[in-house]
Each structure stands twice: as structure tokens, then as C-alpha cells.
Nanobody, 116 residues
Framework: QVQIVESGGGLVQPGGSLRLSCIAP????????MGWYRQAPGKQRELVAL???????NYADSVKGRFTISRDNAKNMVTLQMNSLKPEDTAVYFC??????????WGQGTQVTVSS
């Protein structure tokens, strides 16, 4: 079982920045693929970014160049730095962890609202 605790999110104006953090306590963090999905009202959940246990990151085309995902294995933490935010980035953002056995765990979600 992997517990996930998210923090960050909130209301920001277009062009602003936010940082989301996610902690997954436990000794297996460095073996996990970590990432973020988001779900906007009336839309399907979509992958935003992920970082593998080896440090390889992938991004949705819609956030490339604006969002950066990073992991700190010493702190069991992954962060998503979101810059140049747009209204279409408004969604509930979910942190997830995927084990080497492809078992996925989810955080409770945190709201990001981009609005003037």
C-alpha cells in the first residue's frame, strides 16, 4: 500500500505560477513512477506529467515548456512546477504512484483554478 499526500493548488491569475507537491512515505519511493493527472469538469482524466524511477520525465503536449516535474527521492517527494498558467489548466490535479508491478495509487486531488 502506498499512501499519497498532496499539497499546493489554489487560485491564480492567467500567466501566474503554482507548485504542487506530493509525498509518498515509505521505503519504496525510489522504485515508483510518480506523476500527475488532471480532470476538468465534464472531461476525462488526462495525464499531465510523469517521472520514472530512473528520472525520465514525460509531459502532455499541452503543458510542455510550461510545467516541470521533478522528484526528490531523499524526501519521498515529487513536485509539479506550473508556470504561464492558462484558464484551460483549471482542473482537479491528482498525484499518482505506480509500482514496478503496475499497481497504481492516487492522491485525493487538489483544485487548481486559473482565472482573472
Amino acid at each position: 500500500q502506498v499512501q499519497i499526500v498532496e499539497s499546493g493548488g489554489g487560485l491564480v491569475q492567467p500567466g501566474g505560477s503554482l507548485r504542487l507537491s506530493c509525498i509518498a512515505p515509505g521505503t519504496i519511493f525510489n522504485t515508483l513512477t510518480m506523476g500527475w493527472y488532471r480532470q476538468a469538469p465534464g472531461k476525462q482524466r488526462e495525464l499531465v506529467a510523469l517521472v520514472t524511477s530512473g528520472g525520465t520525465s514525460n509531459y502532455a503536449d499541452s503543458v510542455k515548456g510550461r510545467f516541470t516535474i521533478s522528484r526528490d527521492n531523499a524526501k519521498n517527494m515529487v513536485t509539479l512546477q506550473m508556470n504561464s498558467l492558462k484558464p484551460e489548466d483549471t482542473a482537479v490535479y491528482f498525484c499518482y504512484a505506480r509500482t514496478a508491478q503496475l499497481v497504481t495509487y492516487w492522491g485525493q486531488g487538489t483544485q487548481v483554478t486559473v482565472s482573472s
